[in-house]
């Protein structure tokens, strides 16, 4: 294709669309209420050129309002996204030096938040940006539970995000989003359905693949189609881009309009078709003439892939080479890698001098290809003193790629791989992800698999649990002999975070991997924590018999291995399997060793959190008095040391007491100082549940209208979650706290509504309960006829669910329940029925028999030769 220079030309055909935007950036600002549009639309439709026009526009015309930009790439980490528009808010430019870029962030988040928690701030938002600052003790008190770490540090994006739009609208574009993590996706939906009260709109750009992978993207908000221009705007643009020669004769620009189909691109194509085949051509005055008599030979693009082609088809050979290597470093590309590039073949010279022609003949070849729109000169790099340059059509680039041999394209990666690990001394967690890339397709496994899984301990650190995962599969999947310990940390590591993502066969198998490995080479107490880990997924999904096993066995390793830490863990999770079971009294002895030994040892995070759990088992006993003095001082520690989400649950535990005891005066007092607490750290979720129980304190306390306003506000958080199943509880509680007070019309809402999200998400046991709770609201309903079937139908649902998960604690309940409700029904006199009673109240008390039968575990000496029957561990 020509070389010519096409003017530029304004936006056509997009004005109702530029007109929407518009309108959403005014919705935002006036009613303070956050928008989220979507640009869908097929390759060069013209998403980032309508994207480009509103954004200069609020430039030129919205002085006060800030712009971030940033653009997604395939592969890239999830966080990434955010990382680049955090760097623009903070102006902390890549490769600034880490001292400079951490107090450049301490004092831009001062002036945002001021003073209050700038440190905690810090330590979340520093991890976007792959900068370390130290724990707090709330920070410190959130290690075990990635979770809520991960909400946490959501909730912390989003507050500083909706305090940074107090004074200035916020504009937040997102480029080519088909290309994003999962992760990536999720955390964009989360600001988007939870941001409140501040002047934010966030756009996001993305090819109709988006779609298929998110079915339900950004439920709710402003999605917009990219349609074609019609043929009207097609010409309207065609004669602006065709302006520098006059008067145009109808027939070319119909054969244009006709083939273009409405593509901006395939438009800006033609014209340089024109070019090549002569029926444009540049006169002396250099106006640009036509000559009409060659258009039937014009060979026209007919597909955007065509005009793609033609176009790289154009390029000299010299130039083409260089876009080829250019493209295996990605979207963007640096000069000095392409200079390393040139000299493959090459032998060094006795005197190296006189060869930065190269690099002066490079520049001049990118200049000429930025002005011909197939590069883009970057105003930052991310390789330190380095010229960068972008792609402008990525399509190109794609097309490139795939064009460039095979063979030729490993060396390239390899060459691109060393240059890039000399030039990157401090390394964030994308360019870990690209080294370990550049190396695997340069045929160097064994550095990639090393450098895949240090992503993944970062990518784990931040609790981006999906992207974790892939960057620890594909380490341990390259990683070679002779790494024993890594292997040993990755698979520790793999195993948690697909535990935490729900893969738990996947985590069942990682962690079987690292129990083989450390039994191989006798490491007691590797197989210790594999155990452990074996364990506690079993007790996760309700196979209890098989988590107590799993949790001996450990116990065992560690004694063998005298790791005092690591057996007062193990009794501490062999109490829960108990408690799960029902056996207070039992849980209570392994709970009161843990803290015994906790206490030995001196931590007093770990001490209050086996006080929170004595004092469950005291309060699930009955025990009021023992579990109110258990949990003060589980909170007097938490205090101490400033763990703040441990005093938020624990004051809400201390309200459950008092509301189990009858005194809801004083459990909603203690309800809303956890409420308070719970909103100082951002946490929505404890926000919703605590929200609830002081919701069910009111209606007892007879302040009904309190109780609704309580109950919708958590409603409301609950919904702005992003997690399906943590809202279906919530709901679930709704429905339990109307059905007490006999509101059985909004119950069977809620419930209805709980039950919905537990299928979407395919939550089997909460679903479980769910039915168990319809059978109750619905019987409770006493209405007879249709609505006793209904009831029935539920509690058998609920039993089959339980029967083929194998979650017996939960079966034998819902077979009590089911069976009190036949006790209670008004043909409860007919035989048929009572018998069917009598046998779901037998089939729920064998099964607790069997539990009990199999405690046969005992608390074992911490020192000794065995710990179970039929473990023997080895000295």
């Known amino acids: 294709m020509s070389e010519i220079h096409l003017p530029a030309v304004p936006l056509v ?102 003073n209050d928690r700038v440190d905690e701030f810090l330590f979340f938002l520093g991890a976007y940006l792959d900068l370390d600052f130290e724990d707090s003790p709330f920070t410190k008190a959130l290690e075990d539970d990635p979770r809520e770490l991960r909400r946490v540090s959501q909730a912390v994006l989003r507050r500083a995000i909706e305090l940074d739009g107090q004074d200035h609208p916020i504009v937040i574009a997102f480029d080519d989003l088909h290309h994003a993590q999962d992760d990536a996706l999720e955390l964009v939906e989360y600001l988007a359905g939870s941001l409140r009260d501040t002047s934010v709109l966030i756009l996001v750009a993305a090819r109709p693949e988006l779609l298929a992978r998110r079915v339900d993207w950004a439920k709710g908000s402003t999605r917009m189609e990219l349609a074609p221009l019609t043929s009207d705007d097609a010409a309207s643009l065609l004669l602006k881009l065709l302006e520098p020669a006059g008067d145009v004769p109808n027939e070319l620009v119909d054969t244009a ?50 005009a793609i082609s033609a176009r790289i088809s154009s390029l000299a050979p010299a130039e083409r080479e260089l876009l080829e290597r250019a493209s295996t470093m990605g979207g963007v590309f640096w000069l000095g890698a392409l200079v390393a590039l040139s000299r493959i073949e090459a032998k060094a010279p006795e005197l190296w001098g006189g060869h930065e022609s190269v690099v002066a003949h490079y520049e001049d070849m990118l200049a000429s290809l930025a002005e011909r729109d197939y590069v883009l000169p970057m105003p930052d790099s991310t390789v330190p003193g380095e010229p960068e340059f972008a792609f402008k059509h990525n399509l190109e680039r794609e097309m490139l790629h795939r064009l460039t041999n095979r063979t030729q394209m490993r060396r390239y990666h390899r060459v691109v791989a060393e240059w890039l690990d000399l030039k990157l001394p401090t390394r964030g967690e994308e360019q870990l992800e690209m080294l370990a890339h550049h190396y695997e397709e340069g045929g160097l496994e064994q550095r990639a698999a090393l450098l895949y899984l240090d992503a993944g301990d970062r990518a784990r650190a931040r609790y981006a649990n999906h992207k974790a995962a892939e960057d620890f599969e594909q380490g341990l999947e390259l990683l070679g002999e002779g790494e024993t310990r890594r292997r040993l940390d990755a698979l520790h590591g793999y195993g948690d975070v697909l535990q935490l993502a729900g893969r738990n066969e996947e985590a069942l198998t990682a962690f079987r991997e690292m129990l083989e490995c450390a039994f191989r080479l006798d490491l007691k107490a590797k197989g210790g924590v594999a155990h452990n880990r074996i364990g506690r997924l079993y007790r996760s999904i309700g196979h209890l018999d098989e988590a107590m096993r799993h949790l001996g066995t450990g116990q065992a390793l560690f004694v063998a291995s005298d790791d005092h830490r690591g057996v007062a863990s193990s009794i501490d999770d062999i109490g829960k399997v108990h408690w799960l079971r029902g056996s207070y009294e039992t849980a209570e002895r392994f709970f009161s060793r843990s803290l015994d030994l906790r206490r030995e040892l001196g931590d007093r995070r770990s ?118 199943i943590l809202e279906g509880e919530i709901l679930r509680g709704l429905a339990k706290a109307h059905y007490l ?135």
Not at 272 to 283: E, I, N, S
Not at 667 to 675: D, G, H, N
Not at 772 to 781: F, N, S, V
Request: proline share 4%; hydrophobic share 40%; aromatic share 6%.
């Open 607 to 724: 001490i209050a959190l086996s006080l929170n759990n004595l004092g469950v088992v005291h309060q699930d006993s009955g025990r009021f008095e023992q579990a109110r003095r258990a949990f003060e001082e589980a909170l007097y520690l938490r205090q101490e040391i400033g763990d703040r989400p441990g005093i938020a649950q624990t004051l809400n535990n201390l309200g459950t007491i008092h509301q189990d005891d009858g005194d809801h005066a004083r459990a909603a007092e203690l309800f809303r100082e956890a409420l308070e607490v719970a909103r100082q750290v951002g946490d929505r979720m404890r926000q919703a549940v605590v929200l609830t129980n002081l919701g069910e304190s009111q209606y007892r306390l007879e302040r009904p209208e309190d109780a609704i306003a309580t109950l919708k506000e958590a409603e409301d958080i609950s919904s702005t979650l992003g997690d399906r």
């Open 257 to 306: 309009v006709d083939v273009a189909a409405g593509s901006p691109y395939l438009l800006e194509q033609m014209v340089r078709t024109y070019f090549d085949a002569g029926v444009l051509r540049v006169g002396e005055a250099g106006a640009w003439e036509v000559d009409l008599d060659r258009l039937d030979d014009a060979q026209l693009p007919l597909t955007v892939e065509q």
């Open 741 to 875: 007070v006999n509101d059985f019309v909004t119950a069977r809402d809620y419930i209805g509504r709980s039950i919905a999200l537990f299928e979407q998400a395919r939550g089997k046991a909460f679903l479980g309960v769910a039915f168990r709770t319809l059978g109750e609201i619905t019987a409770a309903a006493g209405w007879g006829g249709d609505d006793h079937a209904r009831a029935r139908e539920a509690f058998r649902r609920s039993i089959s669910i339980f029967e083929e998960l194998g979650n017996q604690i939960e079966l034998s309940q819902s077979l009590e329940t089911y069976a009190k409700f036949l006790e209670s029904a008004d043909d409860r006199t007919d035989p048929v029925v009572a018998h069917e009673a009598m046998q779901l109240r037998g089939r729920a008390d064998d099964i607790r028999s069997r539990l009990r039968e199999s405690e046969s575990y005992e608390l074992p000496p911490l020192e000794g030769e065995s710990t179970q029957p039929g473990v023997e561990p080895r000295h």
């Open 13 to 114: 055909g997009r004005g109702p669309e530029l007109r929407e935007l518009e309108d959403a950036l005014a919705r935002a600002m006036s009613a303070r209420e956050p928008q989220l549009v979507t640009l869908i639309g097929s390759p060069g439709i013209g998403k980032t050129r309508l994207l480009d026009e509103l954004l200069v526009r609020l430039r030129e015309r919205e002085r006060r309002t800030r712009v971030y930009r940033a653009q997604a790439r395939a592969n890239a980490p999830a966080h990434g996204l955010v990382q680049r528009v955090l760097r623009q808010r903070f102006r902390i430019p890549e490769n600034t030096p880490v001292a400079e870029a951490k107090q450049r962030l301490r004092d831009e988040v001062t002036a945002v938040i001021g």
